[in-house]
């Protein structure tokens, strides 16, 4: 398969925790990595190699994945983590970069 | 971490080409292999993969694109290009210029260009 399907939005009360996954046959074979995007920005990438945080990227912003899904969890959200989070793994072929949806994260 | 910044027309005509020009900062190389691509946002949408392309020429394209695509890269003068053919509105898009990178278990974008709208429009 060369699809990753997300839900399209999610809300979350501040300071609660919320969950977003991300689903794909790919996501057997190879890592997902995870991208928050803020209107007007590009991308950052939040967490590589499903768990791995990169330099400045808060602890409360964690990765798992089991079989054919991944998940983002925000422990603890805050006002600046609302945003749009898209995930991203190689196709099933290897060579090539799939996306997916995308899920709108509101934080009330 | 390298920074990136794209450059190229905002607008093109319909059945042109369009060009763009990456530029590259920092230190590019990884323990990971390294890919240099193009990542694009239509407006209100989600992100599309066009391709990345290594420094020794390895290259992946997107073949929903149907060959449209070109990568080329030249780390000796930091910048690398995309040329994308035929154009029509639906490739009016915010396009991102990142690097891809990559092993035996993933790839991850850990930069991106801070992204450059192009309109297809007579």
């Known amino acids: 398969s060369s699809e990753l399907t997300q839900g399209p939005a999610v809300s979350v009360a501040l300071g609660q925790t919320v969950t977003i996954t991300c689903q794909g046959d790919s996501l057997r074979l190879y890592s997902v990595s995870w991208y928050q995007q803020k209107p007007g920005q590009a991308p950052v990438l939040v967490i590589s190699?499903?768990?791995k945080r990169p330099s400045g990227i808060p602890d409360r912003i964690s990765g798992s994945s089991s079989g054919t899904t991944a998940s983002l969890i925000i422990t603890g959200a805050e006002a600046e983590d609302e945003a749009d989070y898209y995930c991203?793994?190689?196709?099933?072929?290897?060579?090539?970069?799939?996306f997916g949806g995308g899920t709108k994260v509101t934080v009330l | 971490q390298v920074h990136l910044l794209e450059s190229g027309p905002g607008l093109v005509r319909p059945s042109e080409t369009l060009s763009l020009t990456c530029t590259f900062t920092?230190?590019?190389?990884?323990?990971?292999?390294?890919?240099w691509g193009w990542i694009r946002q239509p407006p209100g949408k989600g992100l599309e993969w066009l391709g990345s392309?290594?420094?020794?020429?390895?290259?992946f394209y997107n073949p929903s694109l149907m060959g449209r695509v070109t990568i080329s890269v030249d780390t000796s003068k930091r910048h690398f290009s995309l040329s994308l053919t035929s154009l029509t509105a639906a490739d009016t898009a915010v396009y991102f210029c990142?690097?891809?990178?990559?092993?035996?278990?993933?790839?991850?974008?850990?930069?991106w260009g801070p992204g450059t709208l192009v309109i297809v429009s007579t």
């Open positions: 990142v690097r891809d990178l990559r092993d035996y278990s993933g790839s991850s974008i850990d930069s």
């Open positions: 920092g230190d590019p190389t990884s323990t990971k292999s390294v890919y």
């Open positions: 190699d499903k768990n």
């Open positions: 991203n793994s190689r196709d099933t072929h290897g060579n090539h970069l799939i």
């Open positions: 392309r290594s420094s020794g020429g390895t290259t």
